[in-house]
């Protein structure tokens, strides 16, 4: 079992930036981020290989980067350009089975 523990979440205005963190504590073929708002089924965001192959949803292409730092284990989704929309609980997922906590993103003037 490898736990995941997801950091840096918070409040941001519209167009800012944040960096948000996903910790694991063993190996990860595939480190993923999700997004969930209430009432709303969760939404894959962005995933990152072991070999650092990257996809995202197109709704945050072009804004969204997700990098690996395989010295700490961590995995790492820079969001640039931020809209309300982006308000969500973000989800840590390693290898399908491993789920975090969450770290809330909130874009509010």
């Known amino acids: 079992q490898v736990q995941v523990v997801e950091s840096g979440g918070g409040l941001v205005q519209p167009g800012g930036s944040l960096r948000i963190s996903c910790a694991a504590s063993?190996?990860?073929?595939?480190t993923s981020w999700y997004r969930q708002t209430p009432g709303k089924e969760r939404k894959w965001v962005a995933e990152?290989?072991?070999?650092?192959?990257?996809r995202y949803a197109d709704s945050v292409k072009g804004r969204f980067s997700i990098f690996r730092d395989d010295v700490n284990d961590t995995v790492y989704l820079q969001m640039n350009s931020l809209k309300s929309e982006d308000t969500a609980m973000y989800y840590c997922n390693v290898d399908g089975d491993n789920w975090g906590q969450g770290t809330q993103v909130t874009v509010s003037s």
């Open positions: 990152i290989s072991r070999r650092g192959r990257t």
């Open positions: 063993g190996y990860a073929s595939f």
